[in-house]
T-cell receptor
Framework: AQKVTQAQTEISVVEKEDVTLDCVYE???????LFWYKQPPSGELVFLIR????DEQNEISGRYSWNFQKSTSSFNFTITASQVVDSAVYFC??????????????WGLGTSLAVNP | GAVVSQHPSRVICKSGTSVKIECRSL??????MFWYRQFPKQSLMLMAT?????????EQGVEKDKFLINHASLTLSTLTVTSAHPEDSSFYIC???????????FGQGTRLTVV
């Protein structure tokens, strides 16, 4: 079965706090991609990162960092020194490997992050 | 990054009428585009996969005759909601990617309200 679980439905933090959004996935494929997307209140989806299953290196981009651990099937996302503009719904997604399936994203239910001033 | 433009961003229509939503890849060619539906505070649900020059592939439970998809060119796919009813009110989002190895870029979404 292919599945993405974001256990945290809503998170509320105060500006400048660090926050980690959890993502746990299930797949039997050895080749797959993991994604994080941001959906601000305006509704559009903003691509944040894509990681393939063979690259377990952690990634840092400014205040954003991602921790990919195949041993625990997790791909967690941390925002350091959060800002009000980070308030959004964040989705973790999985696309199984194999021809024709690469872009059929399986989505988590999303985590709504509220950063308060 | 690549740009996908979706139009209109908001539309209100009367029950029984049809509504067309456009999804364009502005600076790349997309052989495949995807159409999603999102209910309030829920995740995205894939409705169909739109392939340029061929028929769309619909997900189970999605009515083909109600949600007509046309992918006439490498930069344009359209979703037509036919004989719309209030329960079709939702947020519709398209995505497009250039190749199997590149990420999908999403349109801005269309908020459809059927009254």
């Amino acid at each position: 079965a292919q599945k993405v679980t974001q256990a945290q439905t809503e998170i509320s933090v105060v500006e400048k706090e660090d926050v980690t959004l959890d993502c746990v996935y299930e797949t039997r494929d050895t080749t797959y991609y993991l994604f994080w997307y941001k959906q601000p209140p305006s509704g559009e989806l903003v691509f944040l990162i894509r990681r393939n299953s063979f690259d377990e290196q952690n990634e840092i981009s400014g205040r954003y960092s991602w921790n990919f651990q195949k041993s625990t099937s997790s791909f967690n996302f941390t925002i350091t020194a959060s800002q009000v503009v980070d308030s959004a719904v964040y989705f973790c997604a999985l696309t199984p490997g194999g021809a024709g399936n690469n872009r059929k994203l399986i989505w988590g239910l999303g985590t709504s992050l509220a950063v308060n001033p | 990054g690549a740009v996908v433009s979706q139009h209109p961003s908001r539309v209100i229509c009367k029950s029984g009428t049809s509504v067309k939503i456009e999804c364009r890849s502005l600076d790349f060619q997309a052989t495949t585009m995807f159409w999603y539906r999102q209910f309030p505070k829920q995740s995205l649900m894939l409705m169909a996969t739109s392939n340029e020059g061929s028929k769309a592939t619909y997900e189970q439970g999605v009515e083909k005759d109600k949600f007509l998809i046309n992918h006439a060119s490498l930069t344009l796919s359209t979703l037509t909601v036919t004989s719309a009813h209030p329960e079709d009110s939702s947020f519709y989002i398209c995505s497009a990617s250039q190749t199997l190895e590149t990420e999908a870029f999403f349109g801005q979404g269309t908020r459809l309200t059927v009254v």
